[in-house]
């Protein structure tokens, strides 16, 4: 039905930057709510960005991270500047068609991708 594909994940040195991508298919549409969460070793996932009509992030990521949207490719952006080690993570992209909570929710989204690897070294 809706299937997401995170790409982008990589190497690199505390201080770089990386762009997740998320490209959606099926029926996706701009009124969904998209979101990037991320999950640590040995820790659970946690939010780190979404974006519907207006965009939302984590404290920790706030002023580094900067969540898009291209609704014509339907693909969802994550531009990460200035990581961090504790950045480092699998993220993953997710889709909501109705938030009726919190979007910073995970159990607001249905839809997930399978993950991309971010390792930042120190």
């Known amino acids: 039905q809706v299937q997401l594909v995170e790409s982008g994940g990589g190497l690199v040195q505390a201080g770089g930057s990386l762009r997740l991508s998320c490209a959606a298919s099926g029926r996706i549409f701009s009124s969904y709510a998209m979101g990037w969460f991320r999950q640590a070793p040995g820790k659970e996932r946690e939010f780190v960005a979404a974006i519907s009509w207006t965009t939302r992030y984590a404290d920790a990521v706030k002023g580094r991270f900067t969540i898009s949207r291209d609704n014509a490719n339907n693909t969802v952006y994550l531009q990460m500047k200035r990581l961090k080690p504790e950045d480092t993570a699998v993220y993953y992209c997710?889709?909501?068609?109705?938030?009726?909570?919190?979007?910073?929710?995970?159990?607001?989204?249905?839809?997930w991708g399978q993950g991309t690897q971010v390792t930042v070294s120190a």
């Open positions: 997710a889709a909501s068609q109705a938030v009726r909570g919190s979007i910073t929710d995970d159990n607001e989204y249905a839809y």
